[in-house]
């Protein structure tokens, strides 16, 4: 039976030798990275820290675990000085660099002062993958006996920390529908006249830290309101196997029919995935495969995806976003790695035409969006490359990252930080450095250009960039000796037929064609590019689509791709 290849994509981290010309420049472009990461670290320490995230331009803080609510700093206890957040969010990427003083010292000083009993009213979602998530993985970090981050001192402080926080998030669970309210205090639980508004994404992407927080303490609760919420969210499909974006957690209804791979369901799909991948239990592969397939039937078009209704699978909008450009990591995980190439290729098109990736691109009218221009230093791109730079070792995918650098560098850099980009169209900034910057978008550029951390260990990254040990005593059917080095899938080479099973299940049967052998096509219609890395001069070197089998063109900027509409 098929089985996705992100076993032998996770295992095959060790296996690929560098030329040595692009090994002085990876050394270059991560030093390049380390400056950026303490840049917006130091500067965060400084004028922000223990707030939640720093305030570049003026060199001063926002408490956004409670904004992240709208609820703006009045609505705050005048003595609360926040909950540190992107102190939180950086120790993994921290540990990632290497330095184990600041590793240290952060996880001591959270130890002594973090404290969940406040009341602060938090969006559910955010939290828990900000801190929840950031909590759980620097203690897996912490207790790991290979990186010796703590010496003595640390007594499982973060782990009952995330404890606590757990138990705060219990009563949103307590719903008629079982799925969890968006937002909850954490001193009071749910509010009176609580909005019971919430997303596919938000009551269904808490999984991994949910959990591994009931693996690491033994109380199942976590696990089970968070499962229990993921399956009633499932049951509630359309027939096309298609979710909506908003629905409602007391009424059990959906508000928004429309929905796609971006915002407000991005992450869903991310984590049925990766729960598969730390937990190995069937129903998520069985839920995630039947949700991917549909995807890419309804949603797909060509490199791109747009919208859909959930009900008649009709396209509703046509929009490039900042937050779709996970898909092609997410794809990598998948096997579909030459799907996922080809979306990430028209990604990074749009970074650079505009410097950096616009929030929401029109691909109907080829225009921004009227409001949301701006770029928030958003890791999306960043992260989709080091899958992709992973999978294929094309350095094709170095050059992608070090543009990435250069613009973030040129942009964004200010004295106080990174800032993010109000207008992509002016490269006016804006007085905010979100701390996802730390956890992810510098995280995932580091691990671009040095991928020591990953090599012959299996993580999964959850959605906010946190890492976590895929282990066999979690997992349902992992053997023992997959962590000692039974390698030999990959070194088959089996993974590097670049087609899954499941990208033959989506693609249209007709007459096979002879240019490629079976092994090599990713459907019986799949006419590949004459170049690996689909760059062209004119029509005639490119191929025929694998998914919708129409003949691919050659774009302005010398890219095979479905460029003429239907
Ligand atoms: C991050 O907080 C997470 O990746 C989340 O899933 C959506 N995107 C933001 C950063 O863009």
Known sequence: MFRPLHICFLISFAFFIDPSSQHDKKIQMREKVREMFYHAYDNYMTYAFPHDELKPLSKSFTDSLSELGNLK??????????????????LSSLAILGNKTEFEKGVLWLSENLTFDVDVRVNLFECNIRVLGGLISAHLLAIDPTNRLIQGSYNNQLLRLAEDLGKRFLPAFETPTALPYAWINLKNGVMVNETTE???????????????????????????????????????????????TTLDVVTGEWLEYSSGIGAGVDSFYEYLMKAYILFGKEDY??????????????????????EANMWSGKPTYW?????????????????????????????????????????????????????????????????????????TKD????????????????????????????????????DHQHSFFLAETCKYLYLLFDDSFVAKRNYIFTTEGHPIQVTSSWHEKLPESYFSGNWTFSKS???????????????????????????????????????????????????????????????EVGYCGLWNPL
């Not at 613009?407 to 002016?426: E, I, M, P, Q």
């Open 73 to 90: 700093l009045e609505h705050l206890p005048t003595d609360y000085n926040g909950s540190a957040v992107t102190l939180v969010e950086s």
């Open 198 to 244: 919430t997303s596919t994404s938000g009551c269904g992407s808490l999984i991994l830290e949910m959990g591994a927080l009931s693996r690491l303490t033994g109380d199942p609760r976590f696990e089970s309101v968070a499962l229990r919420a993921l399956r009633q969210l499932w049951r509630m499909r359309s027939s096309l196997d298609l979710l909506g």
């Open 285 to 306: 592969w069985r839920m995630f495969s039947s949700a991917y397939l549909a995807s890419q039937k309804h949603f797909r078009y060509g490199p791109w995806y747009h």
């Open 319 to 391: 929009q490039l976003t900042s937050l779709q450009a996970f898909w092609p990591g997410l794809q990598v995980l998948v096997g579909d790695v030459a799907a996922a190439n080809s979306s990430h290729r028209e990604f990074f098109h749009a970074w650079e035409k505009f410097g950096v990736l616009p929030e929401r691109y029109l691909l109907d009218h080829q225009m921004i969006h009227p409001t949301e221009r701006y770029y928030p230093l958003r890791p999306e791109l960043a992260e989709s490359t080091f899958y992709l730079y992973q999978a």
């Open 395 to 430: 350095p094709w995918y170095l050059d992608v990252g070090e543009a990435m650098v250069k613009s973030l560098n040129r942009y964004t850099k200010v004295a106080g930080g990174f800032a993010s980009v109000r207008d992509v169209t002016t490269m006016q900034l804006e």
């Open 493 to 555: 080479g089996a993974w590097e037929s670049g087609a899954s099973a499941l990208s033959m299940k989506v693609c249209p049967s007709i007459a096979p064609n002879s240019r490629l052998p079976e092994q090599h096509r990713e459907s019986v219609c799949h006419v590949p590019d004459q170049k690996i890395d689909h760059r062209c001069w004119s029509n005639r070197e490119c191929g025929v689509d694998a998914t919708t089998c129409r003949q691919r063109s050659c774009s």
